[in-house]
């Protein structure tokens, strides 16, 4: 009767089970890579969603609210001339602008939201800011609402769009 398990053979079947553990290693660890490219896709793309969510619900109050839209107008016009139930509604219209401009930068800092989408917030945002009146009174009294680095962010943006009269910050 011949002898099945010759060290030899145990040794050789070590080997192959070493070299079969190892390439089921190998396999998992890029297994796991693929899952973990694919959650990173659907973080980015829930990130994005996200972002566009916040930005476009103050533009959807005014669209549907023409009462809201007015106020608004008015504020962003000549936000000293407003009453101070009117301004209250506009603070509160900023405030969802601002949050949202928050998150966009904050998202951009760790890449979870596509760049082009950030380069369009952030233009769209600085624009506001430079030609809406309403928005600097909004910043003027609820900057401390933020936090650095996003309200320095915002403090050189306003700086920046009062040109070169301006001196320090808000």
């Known amino acids: 009767m011949p002898v099945l398990f010759t060290r030899a053979h145990l040794e050789r079947w070590a080997l192959l089970s070493q070299i079969a ?3 089921a290693v ?5 297994y796991l890579g693929l899952q973990i490219a694919d ?3 659907l973080l980015r793309s829930q990130g994005h969603y996200n972002a566009l969510s916040l930005a476009q619900r103050p533009l959807e109050m005014m669209v549907d609210n023409e009462s809201l839209a007015g106020v608004v107008a008015r504020c962003d016009a000549d936000p000293h001339a407003v009453s101070a139930t009117e301004w209250g509604r506009c603070s509160n219209y900023y405030f969802m602008q601002f949050n949202a401009w ?7 800092r760790t890449d979870s939201i596509p760049r ?6 952030d233009a769209y945002f600085k624009q506001l800011v430079a030609t ?4 600097g009174r909004f910043w003027t ?7 650095e680095p996003f309200r320095g962010y915002a403090d050189v943006e306003f700086r920046r769009a009062a040109g070169p ?3 320090g910050g808000p």
Do not use: T
């Open 141 to 147: 009294e609820f900057r401390s609402a933020f936090d």
């Open 102 to 108: 928050e998150y966009m930068y904050y998202q951009h």
């Open 165 to 167: 009269a301006a001196v």
């Open 26 to 30: 190998v396999v998992s660890v890029v």
């Open 132 to 135: 809406q009146p309403g928005y």
């Open 39 to 41: 959650n990173n896709k």
């Open 116 to 121: 082009q989408l950030w380069a369009g917030a």
């Open 21 to 23: 553990g190892a390439i």
